[in-house]
Structures are given as structure tokens and as C-alpha cells.
């Protein structure tokens, strides 16, 4: 796979567009975004500290690991504000990698991959830019650079498939190991019932897949085909899920900046869901990474088979 500085594509494609937001500041509407990116390469952003892998043309998929990163560059102080989370999301990147390494062996298509290699403490992708509370310009460009890979990945489904699934990974710290399927739905509503659930999907990350779908949203949540039961159908606990419809009082996620911003609540036709993963027998070891990436990317398959009608066969 060929590999090809983002500075250097963007000069060569002479295309720039804005990249929309939700309600944010002017300076977060503007990271320079390619209105493509050529299949099968690696693009990388300013000194090589964040990439995009891009996929197939017709992968629907697209995964991204924004919080594993372990590089501090020189100069560049420390996130101290009293909301900055700096915590790392350790191997979340292997993870992924994993995942898409087994999407690619079970299907033939490459998914699109982006990947932040900066600490966390220094760069927060997953955040709106006036809320990650850089200390310097460096970190507001390369979250820039990230969000033009991630708006970049979106525009290449919805024009090559016309619609798709990003999966935002990260892990957590719980103390129940499984994991934690996000939607943009709180956790009081998820607590709720069913009637409760079926009057959200306008407000979810899943909004398009809701639309498309045969069945109810409730049932997109914690229903047979939903995405924590499929995990739980691998091996994988998850909540929700049919086995494990509700979080009750326990710590959840329900999903961040990237998965509201590139997910279809406020348009388009690329839904998002955020992982929460666990590390014991997940994540924490490459024997536990592979299987377990093989056990997700099943999941994936499956869900776009009985959702999206696309992977059918596999």
C-alpha cells in the first residue's frame, strides 16, 4: 500500500472543501478535507502523527482509534485543563488493526482505517476543537488533519456505496469487561422501555440505519440483529444487547464528538456507533487481539448482511 503525506495529496488534488460541523465554533468548521483519497494508499499528516489507510472503494466500513497514541512532540505542553481527559486507550490501535485485518480476510474488501499516534495528553481528536483545550497551534492542525481523514473516509462511502457503518473505537476502564455499544443514547433512555427507545431514533448516531431498517429502533438496540448481540452471539459480553438490554446503574458510554459528528443524526447516510472496549480478554494481549478482532469483524458482517444487505454470502 503506497503511503502519501496529506500535505502533499491536497497540493496535488488542488480540491479543498469545509468540512460541516454541529454547533461549534468558526475556527472548528474549517479543517482542510480532499473531496477524495485514492484506494489501497496510506496518507499521513503533518510529521507522520496521524494516518489515514485508506480502504477499498467499495468499503462501507470505517474504523478509527483516536485516544492510543504515545508520541509527545517536542514542545508541545501538556492538556492541564481541569475537563481535559488524557487517559490512553491502550491497544485500541492493534484492535483495530485486528478488525480490519479479518474484515479484509473475510470479505475482500479493505475497511477505511484512521489512526492518531499522538498522546492524548497533547492532542484530543475526540473532542470539538474549542473544547480539547490544546496548548498549542501544532495540535489544532493535526486535529484538523484527523477530522479531514474522517470526513474524507465518510464522503468516499457515501459516494462509492451510498451508505456505511464507522465503528469509533476506544476502551475504558470499568469494572464490568464488556463492551459498551454507543449510540448517542443515554443511559436514561436506554434504562427505559422499548415504546420509550422506538420515539429516539431521530436522535441517535443510527438515525439513517433506523430508516432503512425492517426493524423497530428499540429493536436496533437490544434486539436479535443489534450490534451488542451480535457481540454476544461471538462470545464478546456487551451491553445493550438482547443478553444485556440495559445498563441499570452501572458506568456507560454512550458515544462521543466523532461518533455524533460522522454518524447520521444530523444527516447523511453513514451511521456510527462507538466501541467501548474492555481490556481483560479483549484487548490487553495480541493473542486476546486477534481473536477477538475476528470475533468483532463477524459481528460487523453480519450486522451490514441484515441491515444494509451488503457483505451477503460471506
Not at 18 to 46: L, Q
Not at 87 to 103: P, Q, W
Not at 247 to 252: L, S, T, V
Not at 255 to 284: F, M, W
Request: with cysteine; proline share 5%; hydrophobic share 35%.
Amino acid at each position: 500500500m503506497r503511503k502519501i503525506s496529506l500535505l502533499l495529496y491536497i497540493t496535488a488534488c488542488l480540491l479543498i472543501v469545509s468540512c460541516k460541523k454541529g454547533n461549534t465554533s468558526n475556527e472548528d468548521k474549517e479543517p482542510p478535507v480532499t473531496t477524495s483519497y485514492e484506494p489501497n494508499t496510506t496518507v499521513y499528516g503533518s510529521n507522520n502523527y496521524v494516518k489515514f489507510i485508506v480502504g477499498d472503494l467499495k468499503s462501507p466500513i470505517i474504523l478509527a482509534s483516536p485516544h492510543d497514541g504515545t508520541i509527545i512532540p517536542n514542545n508541545w505542553p501538556e492538556r492541564d485543563h481541569p475537563d481535559a481527559v488524557t487517559v490512553r486507550d491502550l491497544y485500541v490501535s492493534a484492535l483495530t488493526t485486528e478488525i480490519a485485518n479479518a474484515l479484509y480476510a473475510k470479505t475482500g474488501l479493505r475497511p477505511h482505517v484512521i489512526i492518531n499516534d499522538v498522546a492524548r495528553s497533547r492532542m484530543e481528536p475526540n473532542r470539538s476543537l474549542e473544547e480539547a483545550y490544546h496548548k498549542t497551534e501544532a495540535a489544532n492542525q493535526l486535529w484538523r488533519e484527523y477530522h479531514a481523514f474522517l470526513k474524507g473516509a465518510h464522503d468516499m462511502v457515501q459516494k462509492n456505496v451510498g451508505k456505511g457503518l464507522f465503528l469509533d473505537m476506544h476502551g475504558h476502564g470499568h469494572s464490568i469487561h464488556r463492551v459498551e455499544v454507543g449510540y448517542i443514547v443515554s443511559k436514561a433512555n436506554l434504562n427505559g422501555t422499548d415504546a420509550t427507545l422506538n420515539g429516539l431514533a431521530t436522535t441517535s448516531s443510527i438515525y439513517h440505519l433506523s430508516t432503512i431498517s425492517a426493524y423497530p429502533f428499540s429493536q436496533l438496540i437490544r434486539g436479535d440483529y443489534a450490534f451488542g448481540t451480535l457481540l454476544e452471539n461471538e462470545g464478546i459480553r456487551a451491553v445493550p444487547s438482547k443478553q444485556d438490554p440495559k445498563p441499570n446503574a452501572d458506568d456507560y458510554f454512550n458515544g462521543g464528538y466523532c461518533t455524533l459528528t460522522y454518524g447520521s443524526k444530523n444527516g447523511g447516510t453513514v451511521s456510527a456507533i462507538q466501541l467501548e472496549t474492555h481490556g481483560p480478554d479483549l484487548r490487553n494481549n495480541p493473542t486476546e487481539r486477534k481473536a477477538s478482532g475476528a470475533k468483532i469483524a463477524n459481528a460487523i458482517i453480519k450486522y451490514m448482511q441484515n441491515h444494509y444487505g451488503l457483505f451477503l454470502g460471506k
